[in-house]
């Protein structure tokens, strides 16, 4: 691929499509960060969504809000600035395991620490480096014994961070969880804030002129920004049941079809982004929200609206 190309799917993955859900989201989150500003603690926000929902790209909205880290210099010394914290919980990670890994982001961890010296050492380097926010991004790993022990020493830190870092703190992970959060009264009142992002559907005329929205978003950026010529009907009725059997209603898998029919497009070179790229887009990857195993950019409307039905009894069912 030619530097140009490559540089047009870069623009794609860096592009967010704003829809109700996600605004929705996005607005309960600064709600929770303007009261933590105010009121200096037990104001924290959960942010609950299945995987491919969003979740990823509200927090590289949240921290693309603030200032990138730098370092300072006060009185002959740099001083570290991190306005925003930013840690993906390991999958197999404990507070302790947790907390070290947050101070080896502001190069402050040093080993042999006991967990009281974890804890002082961080909320310690978060006053020290003017963090204003706190993101916990795979929250649920420390929940993945789903022990009683597990689940109440996270709630018991998350206490102590809130009752004592007096800024926003932003927990991520899927829907499953909030259950479990809830079970500790004490950490639930002190993150108030709940924001989800759901899966698209097609239920209501609400739902369609949504996910049509979403697909027009796409379509005028594939004239508007990568320069073809000629696109797909992306927001007629057949493609829009199309790309929801093709994803389940799923925004990452939307995301995935697109952006490996673009590759085979642009490979060929001749200004056309063809629905045969995207019926060959959707050969060469697994999406595991699929609705049916066919190709749906090969079947007809009426195949479309049956696969569609089916899977919402099953739902209905479950």
């Known amino acids: 691929m030619t530097p140009d190309q490559k540089d047009k799917i870069r623009r794609l993955a860096t592009l967010t499509i704003l829809h109700p859900g996600y605004s929705r989201a996005l607005d309960t989150i600064h709600r929770a960060i303007e009261s933590s500003d105010l009121v200096g603690n037990n104001s924290g926000a959960i942010l609950l969504g299945d995987s491919g929902t969003g979740k990823s790209r509200i927090c590289s909205q949240l921290i693309s809000e603030y200032p990138p880290a730098r370092f300072m210099r006060t009185n002959e010394n740099e ?5 925003v914290a930013y840690c993906r919980v390991p999958n197999d990670a404990t507070v302790k395991s947790l ?10 961890y040093r080993p042999w620490q006991s967990q009281e010296a974890l804890e002082s050492c961080l909320i310690s380097n978060l006053k020290k480096c003017q963090t204003q926010l706190v993101i ?8 993945r014994t789903e022990t009683v022990k597990a689940i109440k020493l996270a709630a018991d830190f998350a206490k102590v961070l809130s009752d004592l870092f007096h800024h926003s703190i932003l927990l991520v992970g899927e829907s499953r969880i909030e259950g479990t959060l809830d079970i500790h009264s004490a950490l639930a009142d002190r993150f108030p804030y709940r924001a989800y992002l759901h ?4 239920e209501t005329q609400e739902d369609w002129s949504i996910f049509s929205r979403i697909l ?17 009907p992306i927001t007629d009725e057949k493609m829009i049941l199309a790309f929801y059997v093709a994803s389940g209603g799923n925004f990452r898998g939307i995301f995935s079809i697109i952006k490996e029919a673009l590759l085979n497009a642009l490979r060929r070179d001749d200004q056309n982004f063809l629905t045969e790229d995207l019926i060959i887009g959707l050969q060469q990857i697994k999406v595991t929200a699929r609705l049916t195993k066919k190709n749906s950019f090969e079947m007809s409307t ?14 209905n069912f479950r």
Request: proline letters at 7%; zero cysteines; glycine letters at 2%.
């Open 302 to 315: 009426s195949e479309l609206k049956k696969v569609i039905a089916e899977n919402s009894k099953k739902s």
């Open 199 to 202: 899966p698209f559907y097609l």
């Open 136 to 143: 916990l991004d795979e929250w649920p790993h420390l929940y």
């Open 79 to 83: 001083q570290l600035i991190m306005p």
């Open 99 to 108: 907390m070290t890994r947050m101070l080896r982001e502001f190069n402050a």
């Open 216 to 232: 027009k978003a796409y379509a005028n950026f594939f004239t508007l920004e990568m320069g073809f010529s000629v696109v797909p």
